[in-house]
């Protein structure tokens, strides 16, 4: 399965509250701390795994969650992992996401920058606009920042009306 990132969501450290590192390395949170480019799987809601891809140097923890992603190839596997869902609802959510494409805690920690079960490739494509807003299901914690960052208009973003937006230069 193929698909193209249109938005993520950057979670810093001790510095943001929203963040799992805001109260320091915890077993659940050590991948954030790691090298960057793995991944960090958790579960949450008692029925999600969430995607996030590290950002900082080893012992500074980052991570930025894969909100939406719109599949290019292999959607039949996507409909068959998230059956009786319009493929517009695919994987237009950190969610549904790492249902439509297996992700499980068995790829926690997983190297991103390496072919292999779960990567990333730069396909150099510059034909869209970034826009960036608040995050998402964020409370004061995240009001002030601009820490969301997605394709505006991609049918795939998880939600088109943020509290305040601005085009990404």
Do not use: C
Not at 1 to 10: F, G
Not at 72 to 98: A, F
Not at 126 to 138: L, V
């Amino acid at each position: 399965m193929v698909a193209r990132i249109v938005e993520v969501e950057a979670y810093r450290g001790s510095d943001d509250p929203a963040s799992h590192a805001f109260r320091g390395r915890t077993p659940r949170n050590a991948p954030m701390f790691g090298e960057p480019g793995h991944a960090y799987v958790y579960f949450t809601y008692g029925n999600h795994y969430l995607l996030n891809i590290t950002t900082q140097k080893a012992g500074t923890p980052g991570a930025v969650l894969i909100r939406g992603v719109q599949p290019t190839e292999g959607i039949e596997m996507m409909r068959r992992l998230r059956p009786h869902v319009p493929d517009s609802e695919l994987t237009n959510g950190p969610g549904k996401l790492t249902k439509a494409l297996g992700v499980d805690k068995a790829l926690n920690g997983l190297d991103m920058t390496r072919k292999g079960a779960l990567f990333v490739v730069d396909r150099n494509e510059s034909r869209f606009e970034i826009w960036r807003s608040t995050r998402i299901g964020i409370g004061e914690a995240g009001l002030n920042h601009l820490w969301r960052f997605y394709i505006r208009n991609n049918p795939y973003v998880s939600r088109h009306k943020p509290v305040r937006e601005l085009k990404f230069s």
